[in-house]
């Protein structure tokens, strides 16, 4: 699975946060198995706009999209419990 260059707002966002380190780590697992057990990876509601997510760390998660069948987006990253 390849993950397209993130957009500078979102690196921003990880440096702030200081969460560069865990996202290389879950990009790893998500480029080898999107559906990898500690990525909980999970389709959102509503189902029919087809956008997912997968956990960056217990707080934080990862938004993106499919843009072909082995590409995807991340089109943002926040926080699971706000």
């Keep these: 699975m390849k993950i397209l260059p993130l957009h500078h707002e979102i690196q921003k966002y990880l440096a702030e946060r ?47 999209i499919f843009r072909e069948s082995d590409t995807v987006e991340i089109i943002d990253i926040n926080n699971h419990y706000q």
């Design 18 to 64: 200081q969460l560069e380190e865990k996202f290389e780590k879950q990009k790893k697992f998500f480029e080898l198995n999107p559906f990898h057990r500690s990525l909980e990876t999970e389709l959102l509601e509503p189902r029919k706009m087809r956008i997912w997510s997968f956990r960056i760390d217990r707080k934080y998660r990862a938004i993106f």
